[in-house]
Structures are given as structure tokens and as C-alpha cells.
């Protein structure tokens, strides 16, 4: 698969459909990589030229030294856009990449038609939490974040319906790079947007989890109170949505960007 130089980093991407149709980006959230929007590559790139990447220190892209922050999360994406010489793209990411989303909307609404924030907030949980859980995984590796991610990421009746999908997920957060989600754990400490939203004069369509126990729907209400003209798409769905409820997901998400 191909990647590019941005900044420090190695960034692996991959382009599903027809160039010449308009673009969207997909962002990953926090210890997945772009093999999750596969419904959405599916889905959407019949009538869009889809653009998937791994955030640095995830999946197949490198893992430079950190802690990351959230410029660098946004740089990337804007790198991704000039080396592919696109100038205008639609977005959409989740948890992790709705942060980035938010940024990206506040710094560079030039180079976007539409944002999708996805199960996420301005502030995603408390600093302290976020340097524990970094300094927990440089100490002891990803497989106790894995063990007890599926709960986090999906509601019961979804873990015990389909296994295949929860296991798979769980494996590759297992298998990543433990310094990377660390680094990214670190971005996410520091990250805060909650005063610079009313400078979004982009399309925004905020997708909240009812049974988000991470992001919840009143993060969600939040962003959307704060930007002039956002839309709130409540989901019944957990913390991982675009799988959890992948049709009805895509068709919000395409209703929105068409």
C-alpha cells in the first residue's frame, strides 16, 4: 500500500473508486486503523473518491517519537490532501479522527465541503486519565487496553452478535504499536476545542451514540450548540458507530455530504 512523507511521519493511505468523483476522508479512531470504515469504503465509493489512512502510530503508518498533538493529527491529513493534489474534500472521522475533524474545520475550512465528527467531543475525556493510560500502556503494552476495548467500543447485544468483527478489532489494537497509541493518548490529554468551535463556518454533521458511554450524546449536543448551523444525528449505537450500525450510518453520512 502506498505511503507518504508528512512531517516526521510515514503515512500509510489507500484510494478506493474514481478519482475524477469528489473526495472524501475517512479518519480512524484510537488503536484501530482504516480496515475499520470497511462498510464505508463499500458503500461509498460508488459515487465518491474514497481516501483511507492509518494515523501516525497506528496500523501501517511509522511511528515517530511524541507525544503527538492534535496539529500534527491535522497536518497529516492536509499533507494527505496535497499529495493526492486534492483541493477540496469532504471528512468524516470518529472519536479520535472527530478531533481531528474539529480541528481541521477551525484551521483549514478552505480545503473542505463537509465535516462528519463521529462519536467524539471538543474535549475528549480528563488529562490526567489520558497521561495514565499512556504511561500504563509504555509500561505494560496494549493487551489490558484490548481486553476490555470491546466494551468501550461496542454495546452487548452487538460483542455477542458478532464476535468475528469484536474479536478482529480487539486483535489489531493488541497487535499495534503500543508507543504509538501512547503518543496519541498524549494529543488527546491536551487537546481542547471547546473555545475556538464558533469558528467553524463549515457544514458540520455531529453523529452521537446514545449508548456512547465515551463520547455521549451530550458531547455531541455541545459541539452542535457552538457551531452556526451544525446538524446532530443521534445513532443507537456505542462508541464505535460506523460499524455497530453501519446502514444507517452511511446513509446519514451520504444525506449530509450529496
Excluded at 464476535?163 to 487537546?191: F, P, Q, W
Excluded at 455521549?216 to 456505542?238: C, P, R
Aim: charged share 15%; net charge negative; proline share 2%.
Amino acid at each position: 500500500m502506498p505511503k507518504f512523507t508528512s512531517l516526521d511521519a510515514q503515512i500509510n493511505y489507500q484510494t478506493f473508486g474514481d478519482a475524477a468523483k469528489p473526495a472524501i476522508v475517512f479518519s480512524n479512531s484510537l488503536g484501530t486503523n482504516f480496515s475499520m470504515w470497511k462498510s464505508q469504503i463499500e458503500f461509498f465509493q460508488k459515487d465518491f473518491f474514497v481516501i483511507c489512512y492509518d494515523t501516525r502510530g497506528h496500523g501501517q503508518s511509522s511511528t515517530p517519537q511524541g507525544p503527538y498533538s492534535i496539529e500534527q493529527l491535522g497536518a497529516d491529513v492536509i499533507h494527505l490532501l496535497d499529495h493526492l493534489h486534492i483541493q477540496k474534500a469532504a471528512f468524516c472521522g470518529i472519536s479520535m479522527g472527530g478531533l481531528t475533524g474539529q480541528w481541521l474545520a477551525i484551521h483549514h475550512s478552505s480545503r473542505f465541503t463537509h465535516i462528519v465528527v463521529c462519536n467524539t467531543a471538543a474535549k475528549i475525556g480528563r488529562e490526567q486519565a489520558w497521561i495514565d493510560r499512556a504511561n500504563l500502556v509504555k509500561n505494560q503494552g496494549l493487551q489490558s487496553i484490548a481486553d476490555t476495548a470491546a466494551t468501550r467500543w461496542f454495546t452487548e447485544s452487538f460483542i455477542q452478535m458478532h464476535t468475528a468483527i469484536v474479536k478482529s478489532l480487539s486483535n489489531d489494537l493488541a497487535a499495534g504499536s503500543a508507543e504509538g497509541y501512547a503518543n496519541c493518548c498524549l494529543a488527546l490529554a491536551k487537546a481542547d476545542l471547546r473555545e475556538d468551535l464558533f469558528k467553524i463556518n463549515l457544514p458540520i454533521l455531529v453523529i452521537a451514540g446514545i449508548q456512547d458511554p465515551v463520547t455521549t450524546v451530550e458531547d455531541g449536543k455541545f459541539i452542535q450548540s457552538k457551531i452556526q448551523n451544525a446538524q446532530l444525528f443521534e445513532i443507537n449505537a456505542s462508541h464505535i458507530s460506523n460499524i455497530e450500525q453501519a446502514d444507517i450510518f452511511n446513509e446519514a453520512v451520504q444525506k449530509f455530504i450529496h
